[in-house]
T-cell receptor, first 113, second 110 residues
């Protein structure tokens, strides 16, 4: 069966510091991968998606970037964090075609101080 | 993707069926109805989805009206662990973006 991992689970970072969040998927090949952010008390916002290694599409211009160095690895980064980057970051995967049901990871809670 | 409307909150007694409504009057012919739920501080969990026919799995049943303008998620025997925010989402089959609205906060009480 497929499993999706995210780490770290929680993170407290000062403003201006760099960020690296990692997501890995097991049990499937060539998945579509997604990064979402959920601000406190709000819905999920799609940040990036990837259909293959090195292929990244951005949904919202922002202080963040994403990379996919391996088929089942998706990384969310920032060179300098802002207070507004605080939130709950969720990685998801789906199959490559058809209905593409998305399955979410456990999330990383980021607090920027 | 079509917009959905859900009640803000609802309570359900443990052991009873929970019926969660969703309106999606602008749904188009190739759009699916998806249901997810999010337990506090966890990632959203996929529940079920459907296009036209009613669907059932080990978690829930999905009833879609004939005109497809509304649907109902049924949790047959609610437990305390079913307390969560439930999201009804409509999306097409060619694009992976999911639009999460505010959802319905379901509280299951003993």
């Amino acid at each position: 069966s497929q499993t999706i991992h995210q780490w770290p689970a929680t993170l407290v970072q000062p403003v201006g510091s760099p960020l690296s969040l990692e997501c890995t998927v097991e049990g499937t090949s060539n998945p579509n991968l997604y990064w979402y952010r959920q601000a406190a008390g709000r819905g999920l916002q799609l940040l990036f998606y990837s259909v293959g290694i090195g292929q990244i599409s951005s949904e919202v211009p922002q202080n963040l970037s994403a990379s996919r160095p391996q088929d089942r690895q998706f990384i969310l980064s920032s060179k300098k964090l802002l207070l507004s980057d605080s939130g709950f970051y969720l990685c998801a995967w789906s199959g490559v075609a058809g209905e593409e049901t998305q399955y979410f990871g456990p999330g990383t809670r980021l607090l920027v101080l | 993707d079509a917009k959905t409307t859900q009640p803000t909150s609802m309570d359900c007694a443990e052991g009873r069926a929970a019926n969660l409504p969703c309106n999606h009057s602008t749904i188009s012919g190739n759009e699916y109805v998806y249901w997810y739920r999010q337990i506090h501080s966890q990632g959203p969990q996929y529940i079920i989805h459907g296009l036209k026919n009613n669907e059932t799995n080990e978690m829930a049943s999905l009833i879609i009206t004939e005109d497809r303008k509304s649907s109902t998620l049924i949790l047959p025997h609610a437990t305390l662990r079913d307390t969560a925010v439930y999201y009804c989402i409509v999306r097409g089959d060619s694009w992976g973006k999911l639009q999460f609205g505010a959802g319905t906060q379901v509280v299951v009480t003993p």
